[in-house]
């Protein structure tokens, strides 16, 4: 079936990095556009970052700007999340999701609908 | 950037209530807007697109509706499965949540 799968989360120090993961099953990863949401304790969503379908264009929230990096491996089916100087307002459980809509050439014009969603990983950022 | 302001924040309701939640944009964005339904320690799961397409597999009892920057999500005849936090998104942006309470 389709499966999302993250992994990677943990408790990290301030300024430290930590490389999150999100393997996926059960349909062709490398024709989906994919994202990352995290969701701070007892808060709502917040999108992170989106990357295409090759890779090719990537799109950050103003919060993470400079210092996350997404990317994938479509040849490993996976999707990562590389996450520099984290902060404590970092702290959140982080999900990964696939866009609805099949090969999107410009991602930036794509409406951004997130069918499938993984079961989450959490990172806490403390001392 | 564009803001999404949803009403209530929270709304306590009894099973077979008709429920109706509100998203609000702060400027024009078409169609473009999905609602999503979560449960405590749950992913978020998608109930709608383009503001009135129901995805796969959801019920039938749940609807949405408008365009530009007013949108609704109705739920016909809420259920005990249906007691839950919903969120509207237009791309990068999220509404705050409603949380849906039995009364």
């Known amino acids: 079936q389709v499966q999302l799968v993250e992994s990677g989360g943990g408790v990290v120090q301030p300024g430290r990095s930590l490389r999150l993961s999100c393997a996926a099953s059960?349909?062709?990863?490398?024709?989906?556009?994919m994202h990352w949401v995290r969701q701070a304790p007892g808060k709502g969503l917040e999108w992170v970052a989106v990357?295409?379908?090759?890779?090719?264009?990537?799109y950050y929230a103003d919060s993470v700007k400079g210092r996350f990096t997404i990317s994938r491996d479509n040849s490993k089916n996976t999707l990562y999340l590389q996450m520099n100087s984290l902060r404590a307002e970092d702290t959140a459980v982080y999900y990964c999701?696939?866009?609805?809509?099949?090969?999107?050439?410009?991602?930036?014009?794509?409406?951004?609908?997130?069918?499938?969603w993984g079961k989450g990983t959490t990172v806490t950022v403390s001392s | 950037d564009i803001q999404m302001t949803q009403s209530p924040s929270t709304l306590s309701a009894s099973v077979g209530d008709r429920v109706t939640i509100t998203c609000r944009a702060s400027?024009?964005?078409?169609?473009?807007l999905a609602w999503y339904q979560q449960k405590p320690g749950k992913a978020p799961k998608l109930l709608i697109y383009?503001?009135?397409s129901l995805e796969s597999g959801v019920p039938s009892r749940f609807s949405g509706s408008g365009s530009g920057t007013e949108f609704t999500l109705t739920i016909s005849s809420l259920q005990p499965d249906d007691f839950a936090t919903y969120y509207c998104?237009?791309?990068?942006?999220f509404g705050q949540g409603t949380k849906v309470e039995i009364k």
């Open positions: 999701a696939r866009d609805r809509v099949l090969e999107v050439v410009v991602v930036v014009a794509a409406p951004w609908y997130m069918d499938v």
């Open positions: 059960g349909f062709t990863f490398s024709s989906y556009a």
């Open positions: 990357i295409s379908y090759d890779g090719s264009n990537k």
């Open positions: 400027q024009s964005i078409s169609s473009w």
């Open positions: 383009k503001a009135s």
């Open positions: 998104q237009h791309k990068g942006t």
